[in-house]
């Protein structure tokens, strides 16, 4: 009867083990959710030791390219490094505000920020057949191929659990 019992302690211990490895946080994840919708689905590549990412996008009036660079920074904080494009007018500024540095060379604008950080911000998929990519490690992910168009999401880093991988959509296959 005592074998019994001790066997029983360790099958419901390995279980509590597993259960905990299952759904701990454990895994860093740049995620795009859907936004403002009662079942969001959630698109995640995993991060890797590389802090540094971009997204790179075609203006959806001007047509022409935009380069945002951000790093990974403490607490999955993201900070927002510098954009690159080569007109000026909607959302691409054609001067520099307090804690930002604009320079032009060779027709191209750099907008450099010295200390902007945000915890994640909202990106609209455009209805337009325009590029839209998030660049990491040199590799480019289209995310016009995987996130519906027309829907927003909300871009941030995540620790994820294998429950949540499971659930959600890698970006990387």
Do not use: C, W
């Amino acid at each position: 009867m005592r074998k019994k019992g001790i066997t029983l302690t360790i099958l419901l211990l390995l279980l509590l083990l597993t259960l905990i490895f299952f759904f701990l946080p454990i895994q860093k994840a740049f995620t795009f959710t859907e936004y403002r919708t009662d079942h969001p689905a959630v698109f995640y590549l995993k991060q890797q030791e590389e802090k540094e990412f971009q997204i790179r996008y075609v203006h959806s009036i001007f047509l022409s390219n935009v380069l945002e660079t951000y790093r990974v920074v403490q607490r999955e904080h993201i900070k927002m490094l510098s954009m690159e494009y080569e007109d000026v007018g909607i959302g691409l500024p054609g001067y520099a505000e307090e804690g930002e540095s604009l320079r032009v060379e060779d027709g191209v604008y750099t907008l450099t920020y010295d200390n902007r950080t945000v915890k994640s911000f909202v990106l609209y998929i455009g209805d337009v057949d325009a590029d839209l990519a998030f660049r990491y490690r040199q590799h480019e992910y289209d995310l016009k191929q995987h996130l519906t168009r027309g829907k927003s999401y909300e871009f941030q880093i995540k620790s994820l659990s294998l429950f949540q991988m499971m659930k959600g959509v890698n970006l990387s296959g």
